[in-house]
């Protein structure tokens, strides 16, 4: 009853795989890379900004819920 269940979500997880890395498949970029903050990096005039990391960007200021800054 459930490996038809299993079935289509793994297929689905695998598109959902192949659709979302598509566009980084297609360019190719190559040249050095200059990092801008964090987060961001500039290779040959264009700036990248990379997929899943989160920082801090350098005016961002950090606060916490004791008011310390």
């Known amino acids: 009853m459930f490996q038809p269940v299993r079935t289509s979500a793994a297929l689905g997880m695998v598109f959902f795989v192949l659709v979302s890395f598509w566009p980084a498949l297609d360019d190719e970029h190559s040249g050095l890379a200059n990092v801008i903050n ?23 200021t950090r606060h916490c819920r004791d008011g310390a800054a």
């Open 38 to 60: 964090a987060d961001t990096i500039e290779i040959a005039g264009n700036e990248y900004r990379l997929y899943g990391v989160d920082a801090m960007e350098i005016d961002q």
